[in-house]
């Protein structure tokens, strides 16, 4: 895997985002009717929802999260 910045420009919507904490696969970026969310598990989500992928994102990485796409 690779690690994502903020630039989702090459990363089609579709293709799984993953979310480390402490170096361990934490959780997901998904989205949802009420916009794009950091699932952490059943019904967890570490961040509220958010029109955008980069805004969940940059919240996840405020809160210490990295994030990495597959290699393809």
């Not at 950091?38 to 989500?45: A, E, T």
């Amino acid at each position: 895997m690779r690690e994502i910045i903020i630039n989702l420009n090459n990363i089609p919507a579709r293709q799984p985002i993953f979310a480390k904490l402490d170096g361990y696969l934490a959780g997901m970026v998904v989205q949802e009717t009420k916009g794009w969310i950091l699932r952490i598990g059943g019904q967890f989500g570490a961040s509220g929802h958010f029109k955008n992928r980069e805004d969940c994102i940059i919240r996840g990485q405020e809160m210490g999260y990295t994030f990495y796409v597959e290699e393809r």
